[in-house]
């Protein structure tokens, strides 16, 4: 597979002796739909390139084209669950579904939005050289987003969003899977920082009494025998287990 980095140039030289204009962030749009093939890249480009008009190919064309998740919608959707807001986040689900947007898409592109967060809450200097696929000026709205969010919140969302994307698997109601994805999102609570600082949100953790329970449901374990887990041996059997006696009959006179 051909990294981004490689194809991206590329691709800008191809429009530019094709002399197509090209919106900002369809080329990486291109590069994602082909998945690191320079032969499946160049065919989506193509496709672009013959669905534009004469003022090139259009972000929201090519998202309508390629069945992505418009930007719009995912910066709701994030915001949204920053802000511990549900309805908007269960707004936004409305749109996913009236748009005829694809479900698991949604969750699909959602998922990756979670990825590259955790890629700049852990390096933020290195932005343009781990996301190269971005945008700049999304980098900026992602910076953004990635302060309000603990990096092991985010780690969390996103092991919460690929288990019902897997989940999503031959589902016969993908907005039941969107809503309870929308529910299990809105338990994770969150730690308000003092002064003006954002709110970032904290990873949920057990509650003590919980935890408490879970130890007074453990079996108890059973005591040991000296005579069988001694080092030394054992001063009336010695080391072998002494056997129970056979039990005695009874004669009838």
Not at 221 to 233: D, F
Request: charged share 25%; hydrophobic share 40%; glycine share 6%.
């Amino acid at each position: 597979l051909i990294p981004p980095q490689v194809l991206l140039p590329y691709l800008e030289q191809i429009c530019a002796q094709e002399g197509v204009a090209v919106e900002d962030g369809v080329l990486s749009l291109a590069v994602r739909a082909g998945g690191g093939s320079a032969r499946d890249t160049l065919s989506v480009l193509d496709q672009l390139i013959a669905g534009s008009d004469e003022r090139g190919v259009e972000l929201e064309v090519a998202t309508n084209l390629l069945g992505f998740t418009d930007v719009e919608l995912l910066n709701r959707a994030v915001d949204a669950i920053a802000a511990h807001d549900a309805a908007t986040l269960f707004g936004v689900l409305d749109e996913v579904i009236g748009s005829g947007h694809e479900p698991r898409r949604f969750v699909e592109d959602l998922l990756e939005r979670f990825r590259d967060l955790i890629v700049l809450v852990a390096a933020p200097e290195r932005a343009r050289e781990l996301l190269p696929d971005v945008p700049s000026d999304q980098v900026q709205r992602l910076s953004s987003q990635a302060e309000d969010f603990e990096p092991r919140t985010l780690t969390h969302l996103a092991q919460v969003t690929s288990e019902a994307l897997n989940s999503m698997v031959g589902a016969t109601s993908p907005r039941l899977h969107l809503e309870l994805l929308a529910s299990a999102r809105r338990r994770v609570r969150g730690r308000a920082q003092s002064g003006h600082a954002p709110a970032r949100w904290a990873a949920p953790r057990a509650p003590l009494s919980v935890a408490r329970m879970g130890a007074g449901l453990r079996s108890p374990t059973p005591p040991a025998n000296p005579c069988l887990h001694v080092s030394a041996p054992c001063k009336l059997h010695g080391n072998r287990q002494r056997r129970p006696r056979a039990a005695t009959k009874v004669r009838s006179r």
